[in-house]
């Protein structure tokens, strides 16, 4: 089942009963301010951040199963007030990781240090979710990739270690998906879209087949397309008819 919705988020949310979601990823609005060529980002103010985030992230934590885990992707203009919001609604001690997906992109800028990640914040509903770690085993040969030429091997772990036998290493709290270029299939001109490649670890660790889970900003709907190939069910929302439309398309092609 794919639901890909035309609506606000707190109408579908508000038409959504309790523990019913699986996982909840969303890529949120990042809070710089900017009109994009797609959608109106929020100001980068406490307040307008506050009153759009809090009914909002209360309302996930309402639909979300007591097994379930939510995916908060953003950058950090605004981390550091969702970190506040979410210890308030899911608890301090439901926190679970701070994951950094990192990239590179051209950039010009010599007056401080290149601003090249975003911050995925992960919280829990209760002690008891979901976590497939088998899936977040990553091969030394790409590890080493990863890490360039500033690697080393004691860093790597050791290869006869049991996690090396079973295919690898954990992948640690960091992640390097190149973004995506002009000419990629994957690319629907959706700025700010996201790779699929990302998007594929999170929904493999927190959740299983036929698991349901949620999009509330869904953008050019990577995650429905995601889930489509993974065997989830989905359910997600956006404002934009161009959104929903790009969304529609991709699960009904072989993109």
Known sequence: ?????????????????????????????????????????????REIIENHYIPRIKEMHRVLKDTGSIYLQMDTKINHWLRCI?????????????????????????????SKHDNILVYTKTKN??????????????????????????????ADSPLSKLGGKMQEDWIVVHTLKGNSKEYQKY??????????????????????????????????????????????CDISEKAVQIGRARVNSNV
Do not use: H
């Open 1 to 45: 089942m794919i639901d890909i919705r035309l609506s606000d988020n707190l109408e579908l949310m508000a038409e959504m009963q309790d523990n019913t979601v699986d996982l909840i990823y969303c890529d949120i609005l990042y809070g710089t301010g900017r009109k994009f060529k797609d959608y109106q980002d929020l100001k980068p103010k």
């Open 86 to 114: 979410l210890d308030d609604v899911f608890g301090y001690d439901k926190f679970l990781n701070e994951v950094i997906w990192c990239y590179t992109m051209p950039n010009n800028c010599k007056t401080k240090w290149n």
């Open 129 to 158: 979710y979901t976590f497939n770690w088998e899936t977040c085993l990553v091969d030394y040969s790409e590890s080493s990739k990863e890490r360039g030429k500033y690697s080393s091997n004691s860093m790597m772990g050791k």
């Open 191 to 236: 700025q700010t879209q996201k790779p699929k490649a990302l998007i594929e670890k999170f929904i493999k660790a927190s959740s299983n087949e036929g698991d349901l889970v949620a999009d509330f900003y869904a953008g050019s709907f990577t995650t429905a397309e995601v889930c489509k190939d993974l065997n989830r069910n989905f359910i997600g």
